[in-house]
T-cell receptor, first 115, second 106 residues
Framework: SAVISQKPSRDICQRGTSLTIQCQVD?????MFWYRQQPGQSLTLIAT?????????ESGFVIDKFPISRPNLTFSTLTVSNMSPEDSSIYLC????????????FGPGTRLTVT | AQRVTQPEKLLSVFKGAPVELKCNYS??????LFWYVQYSRQRLQLLLR??SRESIKGFTADLNKGETSFHLKKPFAQEEDSAMYYC????????FGTGTRLQVFP
């Protein structure tokens, strides 16, 4: 499985500001994903980020709020824009294997608190 | 609708007792199912995939298409099994259940 790191591991931000989260993988992967895990809840997919194409967002998530970059096969960023306290969550990136059943492997997460 | 249901938020057992964490799914296609585990202060990690029919850390999970279930079982729970367990269904994306917290008491 791939080794995935995220930066920052945690941050406290003021409302109205933006934070960019980085996800680095130690091998080239086609499919990367961004998830949100709100306190006490399960994981919700924000978007799929495949290199060479625009990110695909899930219902309830929009590019203006969560712009994503995927400049190469080992790196992606997620920006949380114009933050409000409701954005306080853990944000995780994951990568998928190349073969069925395409299991996913997760980064350690970024714990974001918006005050 | 595609859905994963984990009916128990919390499951508490004593060390050595059998454990069964329930997972039911709703999906019209051929399901690909996983169990993920998150130990305290650690990242989410893959525990089992149904396609492999494997036993990891003493845990097994059998896909029952008739009952649309993929329950996770272990005959003798250990304290180190205490963690959050998520069942997940892979369609064109990974759909997670709400998770079950397993507490194993000494």
């Amino acid at each position: 499985s791939a080794v995935i790191s995220q930066k920052p591991s945690r941050d406290i931000c003021q409302r109205g500001t933006s934070l960019t989260i980085q996800c680095q993988v130690d091998s080239q992967v086609t499919m990367m994903f961004w998830y949100r895990q709100q306190p006490g809840q399960s994981l919700t997919l924000i978007a799929t980020a495949n290199q060479g194409s625009e990110a695909t967002y899930e219902s309830g998530f929009v590019i203006d709020k969560f712009p994503i970059s995927r400049p190469n096969l080992t790196f992606s960023t997620l920006t949380v824009s114009n933050m409000s306290p409701e954005d306080s969550s853990i944000y995780l990136c994951s990568v998928a294997g190349d073969r069925r059943p395409y299991e996913q492997y997760f980064g350690p997460g970024t714990r974001l608190t918006v005050t | 609708a595609q859905r994963v249901t984990q009916p128990e938020k919390l499951l508490s057992v004593f060390k050595g007792a059998p454990v069964e964490l329930k997972c039911n799914y709703s999906y019209s296609g051929s399901p690909e199912l996983f169990w993920y585990v998150q130990y305290s202060r650690q990242r989410l990690q893959l525990l089992l995939r149904h396609i492999s029919r494997e036993s990891i850390k003493g845990f097994t999970a059998d896909l029952n298409k008739g009952e649309t279930s993929f329950h996770l079982k272990k005959p003798f729970a250990q304290e180190e099994d205490s963690a959050m367990y998520y069942c997940a269904l892979n369609t064109d994306k990974l759909i997670f259940g709400t998770g079950t917290r397993l507490q194993v008491f000494p």
